[in-house]
Nanobody, 118 residues
């Protein structure tokens, strides 16, 4: 059983930046998802090995990275928009595939709120 812990959410003005962190003990493919009120949980970004993939809505603004020495995965979010407001979740894919599909992720964090004001 993995225990994922996110941190770094908060309130920021449009155009601002935030960095989310997620600690995980194992070495897995990792993803970030987000869920706005009343909407489905959607893919944001994923990383495995030296490869990354992003949702079209965040390409060029968000960067996923990891520091294996700290067992931490990051999501750097720049040029934030009000429509980025959501609860952000990190997730671990123990099959170690780079995928946008939510059902491939086995373990989930508790989520961290990101609110972008206009």
């Amino acid at each position: 059983q993995e225990n994922l812990v996110e941190s770094g959410g908060g309130l920021v003005q449009a155009g601002g930046s935030l960095r989310l962190s997620c600690t995980v003990s194992g070495r897995y493919a990792m993803g970030w998802f987000r869920q706005a009120p009343g909407k489905e949980r959607n893919f944001v970004a994923a990383i495995w090995g030296g490869s990354t993939i992003y949702a079209d809505s965040v390409k060029g603004r968000f960067t996923i990275s990891r520091d294996n020495t700290k067992n931490t995965v990051y999501l750097q979010m720049n040029s934030l928009k009000p429509e980025d407001t959501a609860v952000y979740y990190c997730a671990a894919n123990t099959a170690n595939s780079l995928t946008t599909a939510r059902n491939f992720y086995d373990y989930w964090g508790q989520g961290t709120q990101v609110t972008v004001s206009s």
